[in-house]
């Protein structure tokens, strides 16, 4: 947070909060993103100036043989038509 507290903003900020022991609905809801009987959510503070109030993020598993589809131009647009 240093980076914020003198003005700049240039760099991210990450907050990292794993859950454990989930209850069976939120076992449920979140099943996509457990991994090893846990739920690790990011939240990712940009800059304030810039209207960036912060996103949550979450990870899933995904086989990396697939990361040149995933990562290939216009891929992120062919997954939101879906």
């Known amino acids: 947070m ?3 507290c003198f ?8 907050i990292a909060v794993t859950f454990y022991e ?3 609905e939120a076992r449920e809801l979140f099943s996509a993103y457990i991994d090893n009987d846990s739920l690790t959510v990011v939240r990712i503070f940009s800059d304030p ?5 912060g ?4 990870n899933r598993r995904q ?3 697939f990361a040149g589809v995933r990562h ?10 879906i």
């Open 55 to 58: 996103t949550y993020h979450g």
């Open 22 to 24: 989930l209850s069976q």
């Open 72 to 81: 290939a131009e216009g891929a992120r647009d062919a997954q939101e038509n």
């Open 7 to 14: 003005g700049n903003t240039e760099l991210d900020i990450e």
């Open 49 to 53: 100036v810039a209207g960036k109030s």
């Open 2 to 4: 240093l980076g914020f």
């Open 63 to 65: 086989n990396p043989d």
